[in-house]
Every structure is written in structure tokens, then in C-alpha cells.
């Protein structure tokens, strides 16, 4: 309003009232984000390859070092110790998870209760604060993982993995060849049933475990399966000799004899009418022959016969 001959000039400011100003109501909206500090453990179950889950996780830990060092962000590919930082953060992780009363009465006492189904492996925490294996390899020049192997538990979604994993790396080999390799750097609990279970469920394994087929054997003939006298049911072979296998002690006695009888090969039938009818003659003393009649004699039908 203007005070000296404006617009609206014979009014006073103080006299507009309040209501015919229009005011903006403002809403207060209050958002709250509840989040998850445990997503390694959102992560786990996403993923059924072990080296996926190992990249994933090392991206997400480079994303994060980007955002806290703005001035040093890293778009290349991955470093061999960006994984291995995400395979410690995953071991832990699953550690904690499993073994946290185990690792709590560690870190006080420095040592497990002496009922825990650790405490033959003798654990510690190294400076990741990874449990591993102790023992008395403390000055073995090997690699540290392979002399304090990184404990595991045995039923858990990351064993599984990492069994499958070394399953595939060493192309589908057995249970003692994955475990061989599973304890240069992992010490599972149970071990041998995990790898078991693991090459169990392996569809390519499956299918080349094929089972071949066994066909079933006929009857025996009467002359093999009743009781007779010596040389009563004999047979004549004349393309090979029999293999005889004697018994000692009790049993029963497997008698059997070589006949040199040089024949025409092509008359086999009037060979064995002979022989059915004269009996096989073996010296029994000293210029003695003992003559053995037979009643049923067989021979192969081979072709050399």
C-alpha cells in the first residue's frame, strides 16, 4: 500500500487482516531407512558359484572405496588382493556365524572349551581374525594356508560352494582328489562327507556313472549240479586245457585228468561213442589200468573242434 497518494491510500496496513493473506501449508515428511549391516549373508544364498560370490563381494568393497576416497576412484578390473580382502570378509563372516560362542571363549581365554569338537585342532585367530588350525607347522616353509588351513563347518551354504568349486576346478575327480586339494588351504569339519555329498549331487558325474548291464546266466546242466561217481559225467576238450583250482581240508574233491588221444579232429562223434563205450583208462599202480565207464561225456562245439 502506498503511503503517499498510491493505490489504496486510505488504508493502513495495520488494518488488512491476517485471513485474506494466503499462506502455504508445509507437510514434514520423516523417511527412516532400516538397513541390514549383515549383507554378506543377503549376498550368500544369490549366488551358486563361489568365484561369482567372490567378485560380487569385491565390487560392492571397491564401490565403497570409491565413495569414501572420491579423489582416488579405481573403474579397472579387479585386483588379486580386492579378492582376497572379499574372501576374508566372506570367511569371517561364515565364521562368525557358526563358531561365534567358540571364537568369544578364544579371544578371552585363548584357548576353546575342552568339550568343543574343536578343540583337537588346536584353533587361533590370525591377524584377519580368520580361525585356522593350529598344530606344530609354525616353521614349515610352506604357504600359511596350507600349514594353518582356514576351519569351515560342515553344514553351510559357503563349504558346499567351495567344494563344488574344486570339484569343477580339478574336472569332476574323486572324493580323495577334491579333499587332497580342499586341505592345501580349507579344513572342513567332516570333510569326507561333504565331498561325498557334493560329487552326489553332480549331474555330470551322474551321467557318465553309468552301471553297465550284467546278463543273466542260464542253468547249470543236470550233469554239473548232481551228485555221481568219479569220471561217471566226464567231458573232452580238445581246444584248451581245464583250469583246475584243488581244495585242502573239508570240502568237496575235484577230480579231473588229461587224456593225450591223438584223434582225427573231424570225427568227433565216433571219438566219443569210443570213448562211451570202451571207458578212459588211467594207471592206477605200477602196470595197472584202471578203466572208468562213463555215462554222460560232453565236449565244447567249438569250431577248432
Not at 562368525?96 to 568339550?115: A, D, M, P
Not at 610352506?142 to 576346478?169: A, D, G, M, Q, W
Not at 592345501?184 to 561325498?196: C, F, K, L, N
Request: charged share 25%; aromatic share 10%; proline share 4%.
Amino acid at each position: 500500500m502506498y503511503s503517499e497518494g498510491g493505490l489504496y491510500s486510505d488504508y493502513s496496513t495495520k488494518e488488512i487482516p491476517t485471513d485474506a493473506i494466503e499462506c502455504e501449508k508445509m507437510k514434514t515428511v520423516v523417511f527412516s531407512t532400516v538397513t541390514d549391516s549383515n549383507w554378506i549373508g543377503y549376498l550368500l544364498p544369490k549366488y551358486s558359484s563361489f568365484q561369482k560370490l567372490l567378485r560380487v563381494v569385491a565390487w560392492c568393497l571397491r564401490f565403497v572405496n570409491n565413495l569414501r576416497s572420491l579423489s582416488h576412484v579405481q573403474t579397472r578390473f579387479l585386483y588379486a588382493a580386492e579378492l582376497n580382502q572379499a574372501h576374508s570378509i566372506i570367511i569371517v563372516h561364515v565364521q562368525r556365524e557358526v563358531f561365534f560362542e567358540k571364537i568369544q571363549t578364544l579371544e578371552r581365554k585363548g584357548q576353546v572349551s575342552s568339550q568343543s569338537k574343536l578343540v583337537m585342532l588346536h584353533p587361533f585367530l590370525d591377524d584377519e581374525r580368520i580361525l585356522r588350525v593350529g598344530g606344530r607347522l609354525r616353521n614349515v616353509n610352506v604357504p600359511k594356508s596350507t600349514k594353518h588351513p582356514i576351519v569351515l563347518p560342515k553344514s553351510h551354504y559357503i563349504t558346499e560352494l567351495v567344494v563344488r568349486h574344486y570339484h569343477h576346478k580339478y574336472l569332476h575327480g574323486g572324493s580323495e582328489l577334491i579333499l587332497s586339494a580342499l586341505r592345501m588351504q580349507y579344513w572342513i569339519i567332516s570333510a569326507r562327507t561333504v565331498v561325498r555329498k557334493v560329487i552326489r549331487k553332480c549331474v555330470a558325474c551322474f551321467r557318465h556313472k553309468n552301471v553297465f548291464s550284467q546278463q543273466l546266466m542260464g542253468d547249470l546242466p543236470v550233469s554239473r549240479v548232481n551228485p555221481g561217481r568219479a569220471f561217471s559225467k566226464s567231458g573232452v576238450d580238445f581246444a584248451g586245457p581245464f583250469q583246475v583250482k584243488p581244495r585242502r581240508g573239508r570240502g568237496s574233491i575235484i577230480t579231473a585228468a588229461v587224456i593225450l588221444d591223438p584223434q582225427n579232429l573231424n570225427n568227433r562223434k565216433k571219438f566219443l561213442k569210443r570213448k562211451l563205450k570202451e571207458g578212459f583208462g588211467f594207471p592206477r599202480e605200477r602196470n595197472q589200468v584202471k578203466v572208468f565207464a562213463c555215462n554222460s561225456l560232453s565236449s565244447k562245439t567249438g569250431e577248432t573242434f
